[in-house]
């Protein structure tokens, strides 16, 4: 029943070996499923929690800090909001993510979740990173993209993921340290990958089952 995190640098393959390592240990991929739980707690449609991450809406001026402490709380319980900024997102993830990990055999792509979950014995954390010419050149092959495109989403969603990330205040959240296996896929290739991320999982050699 143990849990796997994945994050990634944009256009490492991240969703890629995701599902690859999927199909090979009969693992549950959340993804679709912390939106929806997002959206439902925080009382909003998965567009705007979609929105706000890709966006960046409110990412930099967070609520708490705009708000008297009263006016940040009525304002984040009005059924009529339909917003969503920092300090919620951030919340509602350290609600939600150990409750879709509790349903074991999972494995969780990104929305910090290797910071959420870092206590838990059940877990292994991933991480792959990639140069960016490499991370180009996946999205053009992946998705059919010109270089030009390619460059800009990847340009792109590396700066919102980096404003993502500065939420949990975590400091250097692609540290190797903080991970029990980093992947650089620069040098090693998608089918390597999974063996090796495989292994990781069927492993308890650092004894990271839950007693």
């Known amino acids: 029943m143990a849990v796997l995190t994945i994050s990634r640098q944009f256009g490492a393959g991240g969703r890629t070996l995701a599902e ?71 919340d509602l993830l350290h609600k939600i993510i150990p409750e879709v990990a509790d349903e074991g055999n999972i494995i969780i792509l990104g929305r910090g979740a290797q910071f959420v979950l870092k206590a838990r014995l059940d877990t292994y954390h991933v991480l792959l990173v990639a140069s960016r010419e490499h991370r180009i050149r996946f999205m053009q092959e992946k998705y059919e993209l010109s270089e030009g495109k390619a460059r800009e989403v990847v340009d792109k969603q590396s700066k919102r993921r980096e404003k993502l990330m500065r939420l949990f205040r975590h400091g250097d959240y692609d540290e190797p340290t903080r991970y029990d296996m980093t992947l650089n896929m620069s040098k090693i290739s998608m089918d390597s990958s999974v063996d090796l991320v495989v292994d990781l999982v069927n492993s308890d050699a650092k004894g990271k089952k839950a007693a």
Request: glycine content about 6%; proline content about 3%.
């Open 20 to 90: 690859k390592v999927s199909e090979q240990i009969g693992y549950k991929v959340a993804h679709e499923e912390v939106i929806e739980k997002l959206a439902e707690k925080a009382k909003v449609s998965a567009d705007v929690v979609k929105a706000f991450e890709d966006e960046g809406r409110g990412l930099i001026r967070r609520a708490s800090s705009l708000l008297t402490p009263q006016r940040f709380i009525d304002h984040v319980l009005d059924p009529k909001r339909n917003y969503m900024d920092g300090d919620t997102y951030v």
